[in-house]
């Protein structure tokens, strides 16, 4: 996977998708869609991060914060 020169915080990642009204906080939950971690329908907050980071807007669609996420990858 990545490594900790593209490490990033999920806030400002283009792969964090949350809900279409959500806040973009540290503490609000969504779904990474990442290509190769969507299998795992990976529910992070907005301060969680990884080495996969590319900056950029957060998609947006609902179902993106349940548990598990129910949202279909918008990018």
């Known amino acids: 996977m990545g490594n900790t ?7 400002k990642c283009k792969w964090w998708q ?3 009204d959500a806040a973009l906080a540290s503490t609000t939950h969504g779904l990474c ?4 971690l969507q299998p795992y329908l990976l529910r992070v ?3 969680s991060g990884c080495g996969l ?3 950029g807007e957060p998609a947006r669609a ?3 914060g349940a548990c598990p996420p129910t949202a279909k990858p918008m990018r």
């Open 5 to 11: 020169s593209n490490w990033g915080l999920c806030i």
């Open 18 to 20: 949350v809900e279409p």
């Open 33 to 36: 869609i990442e290509q190769s």
């Open 45 to 47: 907050s907005g301060g």
């Open 53 to 55: 980071f590319v900056e």
């Open 62 to 64: 609902d179902g993106s």
